[in-house]
């Protein structure tokens, strides 16, 4: 049976490489030793279509045995793994951010594509054990209109099950697998092998304080948690050098947040997975380290709390990322420091 309760994931290695190592050195046994003795019961491995196969279709070895290593290392230590198909050619997550394409609703031939990788997929991961594997058949939907995923992973959902009728599968809902989107997600019904995923990375003004990838990276203020991140005077002092796009993103996103509100984003997921009695998963959350310690990880407590209460499984985002609970350093390939602290908070 596939029961899991607290993890990490493992990013940048097989998915969204970006240079951040060697393949051979950034993840490896010792990692995924260190992974349990730290008292995660499993990991997230996400994986990208450009990284296990070229552009003609024809699978890179070196990282499948990544993955397969990856795998037996976890059945070794005995941690499960959600493996988690994360970027296709097809579709990125962030391609309104100008990462990737996104054809995958408009082309049938990609959404045929998408069928096919799964299908190589299953036929060399389908001996491993249904209590040791699972599969998240696609990361972040970002199609125009919710039914079009529901269509899409009907579809997915079919091919899959046919291939594996025992495999625990992971879905979520459309737009980022946000939680407000549930009330759209078609689930299939009468089936206990499925596990619904959210991601929530709210409240994003703290979350994601001087991210270099948005608007936020030029905000020169504080940040506050609980309560509204950022203060009437901070945003006076800052209006006049915020650009459009950090203006458009402090006034989505700059309300009062704290456990209890951050436990209501969640609802409508939760609502969704008692409906359906099956279990329910952040598969993603975290708060970069930009954000002075106290307050961060009070937010973590107040996550790992809302989990706990609501019965949620969880996974932090990510082992040596930007968001890390171990320092990697990419100069000369090897692991710092811990963060203690933060790991005792996750897997308490």
Known sequence: MFVIEKGINLSHWLSQVFGWSPREVFVTEDDIIKIKKFGFDHVRLPIDEEELWDIEGNKLPQAWQCMINCIEWCEKHNL????DMHILRSHHFNAANHEGAMTLWSEPAAQENF?????????KLKLYSTDVL????????VAPQHDMWNKLLDK?????????????????SNMWQTPKTYPHLVIPENDPNIILSIHTYDPLLLTHYKAYWLPIK???????????????????????QASSQLKAMVKEHNIFFDRDSLLK??????????????????????CLPSVPSEMRMQYYKDMISNFKSAKIAHCHWDLKGDFGIINWDRVSYVNKEANIELIEILTK
Request: charged letters at 20%.
């Open 265 to 286: 984003i969640m609802q409508p997921a939760i609502d969704a997975a008692k409906r359906f009695k099956l279990p329910l998963y952040c598969s993603e959350f975290g």
């Open 218 to 240: 030029d905000f020169k203020g504080s940040i506050q948690y609980p309560g509204i991140p950022i203060s009437e005077a901070d945003l006076n002092v800052s209006a006049d």
């Open 115 to 123: 069928l096919a990788l799964w299908t190589q997929l299953s036929a």
């Open 80 to 83: 499960k793994l959600v493996l």
């Open 156 to 172: 997915l959902y079919t091919h899959v099950r046919a291939l594996e009728p025992k495999r625990t599968l992971v879905i979520g």
């Open 134 to 141: 699972a599969y998240e058949l696609m990361n972040e939907p």
